[in-house]
């Protein structure tokens, strides 16, 4: 039977990693929605076993328990350890994989009428279970936002779903069009001559049905999803294009033409100048033609958000006056004159005389109004050491004006 054959998946199990689903989001301003993750999920089938993990006891998913059972999913509690460093950064470490993990090969083994899981997370940790759950015989479907994908997690994925373009989508975009839907397109004889040499790549590892300008179409949609994945600033694993193609094509013109022969598509259309094809950390990746390959560095998953202990003084604990304190301090410094941006180490230095409190109880609020949405990354920047000269990145901040407590604490309305 075919792997799309619904026989062969017929029940489905969703389990959430929600503390990376939603703290991703966050990066963006925006939150998990529940109902469409669900309906996401069941695209694929009948879901008969639906779990989320998480710290339960953060302040910060306080009202999420209660959503998630509504809409039929059980919230799964995990231990999460926190380690002090020496510069009184907080670093979080939850099991939510562990258990996660553990729970799919348990339900591999106890409900074989579950043929497809589902994975919400963009983790590269859970590329070992899927692996052990595909030589099962089971479909692996992977759920994440497009700028905290694991290209790891994605290679060992049947289906990868984008949280903002599959489940989701941002304001002003849509979902992938459904196949068939836009005429066939005028193709320049360059790209014909690509889908000519496509052809001759993947006839050198043995025999192809598709005709040539089915393969010069393909070859079209490759580009453009080059194009938007790199002008909207997400970096392209090879790995990830056949993803997309099985998104975007029918069943049956993905397995006739595309299966298996995106490493022949990116090399003949390299050869014709369309893209950019880079080998980096042992994994090749696509740009745009005038792209320089130096200066692309593509991140293999997304950073982690800062993360706070709840159990010491964060942003839970200061009255409403307090808060505005806190908030007016950071809209101050960032407006000092000469001052472009607001670094971790900057907003911790107008905040503390507000507080009055030590430092590394100064830097665990500051992460937990990063992970309350009070503060937000505005940009991710590059500078050198000036003393060795090594490049390093960094984080800069801004208030999210939108947040009630800051529109406030700012006199916004």
Not at 231 to 244: F, H, N, T, Y
């Amino acid at each position: 039977m075919r792997d799309d054959d619904p026989r062969n998946h017929a029940d489905v199990a969703l389990l959430v990693d929600w503390e990376n689903l939603k703290f991703s989001l966050m990066q963006r301003q925006r939150r998990p929605n529940i109902t469409a993750l669900r309906e996401a999920a069941e695209r694929f089938g009948r879901v008969v076993y639906a779990r989320a993990y998480a710290d339960w006891q953060d302040p910060v998913h306080a009202d999420d328990p209660r959503a998630l059972y509504a809409a039929g999913l059980e919230p799964m509690y995990v231990l999460t350890k926190r380690y002090t460093t020496t510069e009184g950064e907080t670093t979080i470490k939850n099991s939510a994989d562990v258990k996660l993990a553990s729970d799919c090969v348990e339900a591999s083994h106890l409900y074989p009428n579950i043929g497809t899981f589902v994975i919400a997370s963009g983790d590269h940790s859970f590329m070992h279970v899927a692996a052990l759950l595909r030589a099962r015989g089971k479909r692996i479907v992977v759920i994440g936002v497009s700028w905290a994908m694991s290209p790891q997690l994605v290679q060992q994925a049947d289906v990868v779903l984008y949280y903002d373009l599959d489940v989701e989508p941002e304001p002003g975009r849509t979902a992938a069009p459904p196949s068939g839907a836009a005429p066939p397109p005028t193709l320049e004889p360059r790209l014909v001559q690509a889908a000519d040499r496509a052809l001759e790549l993947a006839r050198a590892r043995g025999a192809v049905a598709a005709e040539p300008r089915e393969v010069a179409e393909v070859l079209d949609l490759v580009v453009r999803i080059v194009r938007e994945y790199r002008e909207a600033g997400r970096d392209l694993p090879l790995s990830l294009v056949g993803q997309e193609l099985q998104k975007r094509l029918g069943p049956g013109e993905f397995q006739r033409v595309a299966r298996g022969r995106a490493g022949e598509f990116a090399k003949a259309l390299q050869e014709y100048g369309f893209v950019k094809l880079v080998n980096h950390e042992f994994a090749d990746w696509l740009y745009l033609p005038h792209e320089e390959p130096e200066l692309a560095r593509p991140a293999s998953a997304a950073r982690d958000l800062p993360r706070y202990d709840y159990s010491r003084f964060n942003y839970n604990d200061l009255d409403a006056a307090a808060k505005g304190r806190v908030i007016s301090a950071i809209h101050e410094a960032r407006w000092k004159p000469g001052m472009n941006w607001l670094t971790f180490n900057r907003i911790v230095e107008a905040v503390k005389p507000v507080v009055e409190r030590d430092e590394s109880d100064v830097k665990n609020l500051v992460n937990s109004m990063i992970s309350w949405g009070i503060l937000r990354i505005d940009q991710r920047r590059e500078a050198r050491d000036p003393q060795t000269g090594a490049l390093y990145e960094f984080n800069t901040f801004e208030l999210d004006l939108n947040a009630p407590d800051v529109r406030m604490a700012l006199k916004l309305g």
